[in-house]
């Protein structure tokens, strides 16, 4: 039975109380929320600690039983693009120092390279340390330390070979987090490719665990409303829904789905994501880029742009489909093929990052390569084709999420991690003098 630990995620862009479909809120939101919860109602202390983006905001806010969400000062209270929030960060870790200084946790679990930069510094600087600049905190659990786990949801050398010139990180991430895959105490990795790319880096293998990302089943289920939308503006209802849920951004590859829509004549793509509201819709550069390419293709009455849905309706949007389609050229994990699978409906994805792992190709989905608009319409039309395949993969989809991809079970691995490095902090202050 383990005792109940003061746990505490840092998360400096990434707000669990963040309104989900923003430039710079996703998936990582969402772990970072359910991961506390979970945490939380298995009785630990959790604290998630995040950049203050609005100074109306209250210091802390409780999240969830056992849960709360404080808001550390760093660079302007206002909401600033993750990729120019570096300059903030010696700030965030000065308040993050002077917040364990007065209190330590028994844990720090960092998310994304920023927050692990700050968590390190942080710790060394009340351990008497020099921080990441030069020795870092490598062994804080063995040395009496504070132990900084580190889960970095997307990697910049990653990022930079898929993006090139279109990557808009900052010039020190590389740095950054090569430093980082040896200051920390362990790496919590999401899937087998990102522990490959990690062990590229440096990473000793000893301190990398895998624990995927989840999903809630009470939430995601294959029982339950489906999202009506009626027929399209201008056009009769098509017989096939296909559903993308994904930020808009060029990387996720929805103009590929949309490409692939001439040869699917009986489906509509319906996409969640991007600006809620519709004026802003009709101004994102890239909602229009995607409008371009439909009619282009001569499909513009077949695609739907939604817009940025509340969190709250997107089981039932995925519920509605037929297939979904995540065709990311990268990804370091994919939380919706999850989602998607939780709620009974078969999976097409790109055979890249997190999705290897968790679409079963031909028992909870199939696997296409990116960039490619032809295989795209090819897995779509095979399940199209053959509903008694869609029921099939939708039913073993729903037992794989509930056997291996709660939230339940990500906490509990998680915490397994954490049990290792408390013992030996507990270890080390136990050694007589």
Not at 9 to 32: C, F, I, K, R, W
Not at 199 to 220: K, M, N, S, Y
Request: aromatic share 4%.
């Amino acid at each position: 039975m383990r005792r109940p630990y003061r746990i505490h995620l840092v998360s400096e862009h990434a707000s669990p109380l963040a309104t989900m479909g923003g430039e710079d809120a996703g998936g990582q939101n969402v772990h970072v929320a359910a991961l506390a919860t979970a945490l939380g109602a298995q009785g630990h202390h959790v604290t998630v600690l995040t950049r203050r983006d609005d100074r109306h905001l209250p210091d802390r806010v409780e999240l969830a039983p056992g849960v709360v969400v404080e808001h550390v000062p760093a660079g302007p209270a206002a909401p600033i693009p993750k990729d120019e929030l570096f300059a903030h960060m010696p700030q965030f870790a000065a308040g993050l120092a002077q917040r364990w200084s007065d209190d330590p946790p028994d844990v720090v679990h960092a998310h994304f390279w920023m927050s692990g930069w700050a968590s390190v510094e942080a710790a060394g600087a009340v351990a008497g340390g020099a921080g990441a600049g030069s020795a870092g905190v490598a062994g804080a659990a063995a040395g009496g330390g504070v132990p900084v786990v580190q889960t970095f949801h997307a990697l910049g050398a990653v990022k930079a070979r898929h993006q090139g010139a279109a990557d808009a990180s900052p010039t020190e991430r590389r740095a950054a987090e090569d430093r980082l895959v040896r200051a920390v105490d362990h790496i919590v990795a999401t899937c087998a490719d990102e522990a490959g790319e990690l062990a590229a880096l440096g990473a000793d293998p000893d301190r990398v665990t895998v624990v995927p990302c989840g999903v809630d089943p009470a939430v995601f289920r294959p029982r339950g409303e489906r999202l009506r939308l009626g027929a399209p503006a201008g056009g009769s209802p098509c017989r096939y829904r296909v559903v993308v849920v994904s930020r808009l951004v060029p990387r996720k590859g929805i103009d590929d789905v949309i490409r692939a829509l001439p040869q699917l004549p009986e489906v509509e793509l319906v996409v969640a994501g991007g600006p809620a509201d519709r004026r802003a819709l009709a101004a994102d550069p890239e909602a229009r880029r995607l409008r371009s390419i439909a009619a282009a293709c001569g499909v513009e009455r077949r695609v739907r742009l939604l817009g940025g849905l509340p969190r709250g309706m997107v089981p039932a949007l995925l519920r509605s489909a037929d297939v979904v389609v995540s065709a990311p050229w990268y990804e370091p994990f994919g939380i919706v093929p999850l989602e998607a699978m939780a709620c009974g409906v078969p999976v097409v994805a790109t055979a890249v990052g997190g999705m290897l792992d968790t679409v079963r190709p031909g028992r909870t989905g199939l696997l296409v390569g990116p960039h490619d608009p032809d295989g795209i319409a090819a897995a779509v039309g095979r399940l199209l084709a053959n509903p008694s395949l869609r029921h099939r993969m939708g039913e073993e989809a729903v037992a794989v999420v509930r056997e291996l991809y709660t939230w339940r079970q990500v906490a509990r691995s998680t915490l397994d991690v954490y049990e290792q490095l408390v013992r030996s902090s507990d270890d080390w202050w136990a050694v007589p003098a």
